[in-house]
């Protein structure tokens, strides 16, 4: 019998306390480093070569040359205030900044030719920040924005955390709200698509308002969008295992758990494996199971869970995205948003692909259901004259490369209903926890929500060992009634009182390119 850790009988001799993590994804990570930061030894346990989860990047020999690619566009607001968290812990906060006010261009190609507007907050308090973007939001009728106005403050009325909220579509509350076909698919499913994967037909309105409440209704800055500079591997990877190993945690990556027993005396066994074939088994008081849900039914205990059943139940949604490399520049700005074509967000992704000359687009399709297994040809096809028929400035240019990544399971599906079957962190079982962003956070599927569940996992194992564990919330990841509270980065409050941000306002970033650009790239957005 091999293993790192030290055997049950000495463990509990010299009531030494140990805890393991399973899963290196956002979650793991935050619960090992939150665990090392209160004196626990820990062991974190990824199957993988690498850290990182989904949000994860690879390298690329393209014909443009050698890429970086993040596997998928991933963005947080500056209400994702444990995200923030985690990225000042692994000292990545400024390389992912956030916009100073929130800008979104918006293009609707639906007309003979597209027509920008923009989606923009100014410091008025809450709910004024957005009115005056709402005025003059071209994509709307008057009317219809009159009407949204309205039911963004019916949405502000909501409590997510009523259980009742879960059994409703989004899409039938909108209706009951007066909005038409065009007022949801240029309003609600822009944000909502996006950030719940899914349309809102498709969506629990408890979702739905905690997205809008928290992202738009809690305060003037809380929508401000932050991307990163880097790859995303070197995020969640790089500078993730990096202070994970200076927190003193033992990280061993290419690690498959096998089972998860309860040991005589007390604590549990983690039975483990390396791509070597070598077996070896770690004793832990407390086990944190940040995997996916599937992968956490069957590593369970039995009767850590009432109904384990209803982890099989908590459904998945796929992300698909589309990669293109141009040899000029079509895009002038870091994003847009697009109406009126199956192209729903792009953004440059230039300067962190490390792309010598041209410009890199990554097209970001969620709910992509209907595409997911798709050809690559066939999505070539379809989705390059709409980039043309988006970008004049791409008709002229020439594809250098084009390839796409699909996540089948990107997310939990957050289908009506979903509500009852994400559990809470803490189980039957002493000492095994769940962590991960299909757990119980009042989040949908987010790099903020992983946050939470592995702060909220480290909390649960902390107290089954009887270790202290820092009881300052980090901002913004309380509940109050039903709602969360997030920061107001002008310094004025909105109706509700809000806390301090922990960083200052960033720019958003600018795109790398080269000088080379197409003549018609003024017309881009």
Do not use: K
């Not at 463990?11 to 030494?16: F, L, W």
């Not at 009126?340 to 259901?369: E, I, K, M, N």
């Amino acid at each position: 019998m091999t293993g790192s850790d030290t055997g049950p009988a000495a463990a509990h001799a010299t009531r030494e306390r140990r805890a393991v993590v399973v899963g290196g994804g956002i979650a793991g990570a935050t619960a090992a480093l939150r665990l090392a930061d209160a004196g626990v030894p820990t062991t974190l346990l990824e199957s993988r070569p690498r850290l990182g989860g989904l949000a994860f990047s690879f390298r690329r020999n393209s014909p443009a040359g050698p890429l970086t690619v993040d596997n998928g566009q991933h963005v947080h607001l500056r209400c994702c205030t444990a995200y923030t968290w985690f990225l000042q812990r692994i000292g990545g906060v400024g390389l992912a900044p956030l916009q100073r006010r929130l800008d979104v261009p918006v293009l609707d190609a639906a007309g003979a030719r597209p027509l920008l507007s923009r989606l923009r907050r100014n410091c008025l308090p809450v709910p004024m920040h957005l009115a005056a973007s709402l005025a003059t939001y071209r994509h709307l009728t008057p009317a219809e924005r009159g009407r949204a106005a309205r039911a963004a403050l019916a949405m502000d009325a909501l409590d997510p955390a009523d259980p009742a909220l879960d059994d409703v579509d989004f899409g039938t509350w909108l209706r009951a709200q007066g909005q038409s076909d065009r007022a949801i698919s240029a309003l609600w499913d822009l944000v909502g698509t996006a950030t719940l994967n899914a349309r809102a037909p498709h969506a629990s309105l408890g979702l739905a308002a905690t997205v809008f409440r928290t992202g738009l209704l809690s305060a003037p800055g809380a929508a401000d969008i932050g991307i990163s500079r880097v790859p995303l591997g070197h995020l969640h990877d790089t500078l993730a295992r990096g202070a994970l190993r200076a927190a003193g945690v033992n990280v061993l990556t290419q690690t498959r758990v096998r089972a998860v027993a309860a040991t005589p005396g007390g604590g549990w066994t983690v039975s483990a494996g390396d791509g070597r074939g070598t077996a070896a088994e770690h004793y832990a008081d407390a086990v944190v199971l940040a995997v996916p849900q599937r992968e956490a039914h069957g590593l369970l205990p039995e009767g850590a869970l009432p109904s384990p059943e209803r982890l099989l139940q908590i459904g998945t949604a796929p992300i698909l995205n589309l990669h293109v490399v141009y040899d000029r520049r079509v895009l002038r700005r870091p994003f847009f948003a697009a109406l009126g074509s199956p192209v729903q967000w792009v953004f440059d992704r230039t300067g962190p692909s490390g792309l010598g000359g041209g410009q890199y687009l990554a097209v970001s399709q969620s709910a992509a259901h209907g595409e997911i297994d798709r050809s690559v040809a066939a999505l070539r096809e379809r989705y390059l004259p709409e980039l043309a028929r988006l970008l004049p400035a791409a008709r002229t240019a020439r594809v250098v490369d084009f390839f796409v990544t699909r996540e089948r399971t990107a997310t939990f599906d957050p289908r009506p209903g979903v509500g009852r079957l994400r559990p809470a962190s803490r189980t039957a079982a002493p000492g095994v926890c769940l962590a991960g962003a299909w757990t119980d956070t009042g989040w949908p599927a987010t790099m903020e929500g992983a946050v939470r569940s592995g702060m909220t996992a480290a909390r649960e194992a902390l107290t089954v060992m009887g270790r202290r564990y820092d009881n300052d919330q980090v901002p913004g990841t309380t509940r109050e009634g039903g709602g969360m509270i997030s920061a107001d980065t002008d310094g004025m409050s909105g109706r509700r009182r809000r806390t301090t941000p922990q960083d200052s306002p960033t720019a958003a970033p600018r795109s790398a390119v080269p000088a080379r650009t197409a003549p018609n790239a003024e017309e881009t957005p």
